[in-house]
């Protein structure tokens, strides 16, 4: 019998999972109820033969709950997995122990999914179609410089974009498809369009197959990426070699070279090992009674807070310390600005599932001095009926303003009786944000993202199409806020898809009009479309990716929202991170800050039920900074409106959605004088004045 490949001795407990050190490589994993561990070691991702399978002495290998060897000679590039044995009784105990499961490091740096098949880890546990770690290199990354950028909250205008289907389709004309190095090769665009940040869905290592029976049975996978397993590795289909954190890296340096921001879109909610019928992974088969929410009558059972089966026990002490070790890794090692955290309320129940405002792992988060200039934004609700936009615990974190999204998506629809509501919105959200001392850059405007229609879709149909899903159209929520225009999808109708033009011009002219930080969601400056699927998170296609044709062939729409940002990132104003008072301001020549208007210059009609008229004045924060007169009109007809007078100025107009392209935004060596003291304002439309000197 030949001897075995490596020496071993007792290791240390700490840090968690694998350490490449002078003497070789500590291994440490977590089992408070394991009664035997073994670590399993391969040569490769795809070897079915260990090269040494080393079975732990629960005395010399095992410090509290902490199981730990040290691997003398070994390196980089190892591959490798876990088995846990201990006691049974899964109803009472939650524990799940399988010996025959190879089990995947919940800490590791580095995955592949070579030989991943959930239907046969289902199936079969001792089939080793499980996924498996790999030691990473520890070894040195040149950052040349690089760090977080530590932007102002204020100055940022996020654009949430998917890394797989940026660049997977055969338009993008790039090296490596899907990839993060594909994305880089797209950075000179993102740059020109003016966004400061890029908001990713999830690249933590996710399975692409965990999907309902009937949607597999189509072909198709999970492409959004909302079903994790390796929180602290890079997914693998996004790396174009098989050094996924060193491209990582790549991506993000040359970003921040661009001055551009990464945001993560993170999961802390479930995992990819779903529910009681769900496949055994890593953290079910070495603390399940840990890792996540069980029935207290019935522990085989798991309490579902986020619809995907199971919910991660967040403020589990052991799960708390995972968490912030995860996110402290992703700024320290990876360099990342920040994270949206989805369903963001699952982290605030406590382990016997019901809220606390004094969530123990959302306070270490926002008090975590390696995430201190890190962007911290919540989903602030979950699938268990939690809502907390407006009272998310902590105050650092923004939110997704689901308020915001529904009270524009109606207005510029044409529905009635919201003018107070929308200035609400339009202000900064003081009612939501103001009397727990949040401030307007506390909210996230949007008008679209991921999960519903793309924008073009939004003012082209009204009812969901995901038939595609094969969940038989009953995925995604029913009721989006949208208006066809009088036709349902695709028409040829010039008049048609000139309303739908306008519409979208007007939801982003708001979108960018509006006090908070907005969020815009990619291939919506260039009018993409799911074909009215408002939930594509299945299609890894078309349907989702983005069609680098449209840059050209809606090249007009494209120079409107580049104009459009650059409108904003020349007024201060509309910038601000205190709430407005209807009060003058230093250098405001005069005007408070904000004044609302009606049509004939006198104060809204605030409870009137009808279609709305709503304009305002923004004063400038400085002498030098052009006060803004905004008019939107979002009835069926024309309205006269009476302009606001600003001493020693006239004004000139910027921005007019009615009108085509070049003409719908102008910079200000290009715009209109306005001769008279009113503006007609077209019906359905939004126009932009800006007070420049006589």
Known sequence: MSAP????????????????????????????????????????????????????????????????????????GLWYTWRADGPGDTARTGLRFDPRRELLDPWARVVGDQLWDRGQALAEPASGAGLRARVADDGHYDWEGDAPLDRRVEDSIIYELHVGGFTRHGSAGVAAPGTFAGLVEKIPYLRELGITDVELLPVMAFDSQDVPAGTAALGLGNYWGYSPYGFFAPHPPYCAGEDGRREFRDMVKALHRAGIGVILDVVFNHTAEGDAQGPVIGFKGLANEMFYHLDPVDRRRYRDYTGCGNTLNCNHPLVARYIVQCLEYWVR??????????????????????????????????????????RLIAEAWDAGGLYQVGDFPGFRWAEWNGHYRDSVRRFVRGDGGLLGEVASRIAGSSDLYGPSGRLPTNSINFVTCHDGFTLNDLVSYERRHNEANGEGNRDGTPENHGWNCGVEGPTSDPAVIETRQRLARNHLAILLLSQGTPMLLAGDEVLRTQQGNNNAYCQDNDISWFDWSLVERNAGFLRYVRELIRLRRRHRSLRRTRFLTGQPANGSRGLPDIRWQGADGAPPQWQGRGPGFLAFTLAGRDAAEPALQVMLNMTADPREAVLAQVDGCGWRRALDTSLASPLDISPPDQQDRVVGAGYRVPARSVVVLEAWPD
Request: aromatic letters at 12%; zero cysteines.
């Open 5 to 76: 490949p490596f020496r071993l001795s007792e290791g240390e407990p700490f840090p968690d999972g694998a350490s490449v050190g002078a003497r070789g490589v500590n291994f440490v994993v977590f089992s408070r109820h394991a009664t035997a561990v073994t670590l399993v070691l391969y040569a490769s991702a795809t070897d079915r033969r260990p090269l040494q399978v080393i079975e732990l002495d629960p005395v010399g290998n095992r410090t509290f709950f902490f199981w730990h060897v040290l691997v003398e000679g070994a390196g980089p």
């Open 333 to 374: 090692e990876m360099h990342v600005d920040g994270f949206r955290f989805d369903l963001a309320s699952v982290m605030a129940r406590g382990e016997d599932g019901k809220p606390m405002y004094h969530a123990p792992v959302l306070w270490n988060i926002e008090f975590s001095e390696v995430l201190a200039h890190s």
